[in-house]
């Protein structure tokens, strides 16, 4: 069994009807326009930060060795909470160093593997705690600035995809 093909099929041109753009319209569309190049521009900024990080700092893994908790009582409604912060120990410069992580309200597992960032110069003080999705925080920004660009220019255009025909 073969598929036939019609060979006049007509095909309908796109329907674009013209629009008059109101302010309402006009006004959105800047609005849009600014918050798209906003996160544009935080998308490249992110995007050189990671990468000025990624060449002046050195890289290398890190082991959790112990974890220090943290009581806090909010004060709202007295209600206690605990935090938790990883002890890491990495080698700096031949020697090995600890220092405690930033503290979360999740308890990291020993011996647990993280990637580390830190200045050789001063390792205690510029150490931190790499996340593993940071690359994709330019990314994302880039894509919803770009889509907040785009849907802002349709607003500008002088003509309107209509469906009906």
Known sequence: MFLQL??????????FKPHQSTFDDKLSAIIGLSIGLLFIGG????????????TTLKETQGTVVDSVTRRERNSSNNQQTETYAPVI???????????????ESYRSSKGHIVVLRYDPKQPIKTVRV????????????????????????????PVRWSSSG
Not at 6 to 15: R, S, T, W
Not at 89 to 103: C, H, I, K, S
Not at 147 to 156: E, H, P, Q, R, Y
Request: aromatic share 12%; with cysteine; glycine share 14%.
């Open 43 to 54: 998308g490249f900024w992110v995007r050189n930060i990671v990468t000025y990080e990624r």
């Open 130 to 157: 790499v996340n593993p999705l940071e690359g994709l925080v330019s990314w994302g920004m880039f894509g919803m600035g770009g889509l907040a660009v785009v849907s802002s220019l349709g607003k500008l255009l």
């Open 89 to 103: 120990e990495f080698l700096a410069n031949g020697e090995r160093t600890r220092f405690t992580g930033n503290y």
């Open 6 to 15: 019609d060979c006049c099929a007509i095909l309908k041109p796109m329907n």
